[in-house]
């Protein structure tokens, strides 16, 4: 039976049952926990991202910029959290985790569908990973809508064009007449910046408790990672910098 309002408890508002039955250790061994929770809170974090994004897509389509700036910041001050939680799962040691790496088989973060879908929502549109994904599957049915749908890039530039302003390095030769669209601008490169600095601290870590093995999903591990470094949803604003 569902608790009313009156006599919700905190267990039942979070659902902490389900919630915390969620963590279930393929070995004995005590680390395999830890691993398990640091993926599953990212997961949880990814899904809030998204939430976000799907604000601030709605928000800048209807030239609500301040509102857009909120969610934006919100995307941000979560990746810098995740960014952080590197360094806890840096605590697990090279030895810590080749005892239990086994229980894992294919499984790998390289297969996250709410990753990819991020990326895609932010506009890093690469159709090849929706190969990774079954046909029919949930995961794939959300990576092929992001690709189809409109990116938070999409509707930037979109909202940049409505204006009336001819580039995006006008609006920063400009600044003060165009300080909506900058603004937004500068928090799309915050949410870059916030990733690419996930993305590095990602590839440490890795290196740090696997060195140079193949992943576990079969990807290339620390290579593969440090591929993805130069990745940037909104290279133009990073390029317009040195126009300036």
């Not at 030895?95 to 991020?118: I, M, N």
């Not at 609006?171 to 900058?182: G, I, K, M, N, S």
């Not at 993305?199 to 079969?218: A, F, N, Q, Y």
């Amino acid at each position: 039976m569902t608790a009313t309002p009156a006599g919700m408890s905190y267990a039942d508002y979070l659902v902490l049952p389900e919630l915390l039955g969620c963590q279930r250790p393929l070995s004995p061994l005590h680390d395999e926990m830890l691993f398990i929770v640091i993926h599953q809170t990212k997961e949880l974090w990814l899904k809030q991202m998204l939430h976000e994004v799907e604000l601030a897509v709605r928000l800048i389509d209807e030239d609500r910029f301040a509102p857009a700036y909120k969610a934006l910041a919100r995307i941000s001050r979560i990746q810098s959290v995740m960014t952080l939680s590197w360094d806890v799962l840096a605590t697990l040691t090279p030895v810590d985790y080749s005892k239990f790496r086994g229980v894992l088989g294919t499984s790998s973060g390289f297969q996250s569908a709410q990753f990819r879908e991020l990326e895609y929502r932010l506009g890093i549109r690469d159709p090849r990973f929706l190969d990774y994904h079954e046909g029919g599957s949930d995961g794939q049915g959300r990576l092929r809508a992001a690709l189809e749908g409109p990116s938070l890039w999409d509707v930037a530039d979109a909202a940049r064009q409505r204006a009336g302003a001819e580039s995006w390095l006008a609006v920063y030769r400009d600044a003060d007449r165009w300080f909506e669209l900058y603004q937004l601008a500068e928090k799309l490169v915050d949410v870059d910046d916030a990733l690419a600095g996930w993305r590095h601290k990602h590839v440490l870590t890795v290196e740090r408790i696997i060195g140079g093995k193949t992943g576990t999903g079969g990807s290339a591990g620390v290579k593969y990672l440090e591929s993805t470094l130069s990745k940037r949803a909104f290279p133009e604003l990073w390029s317009l910098r040195t126009e300036l």
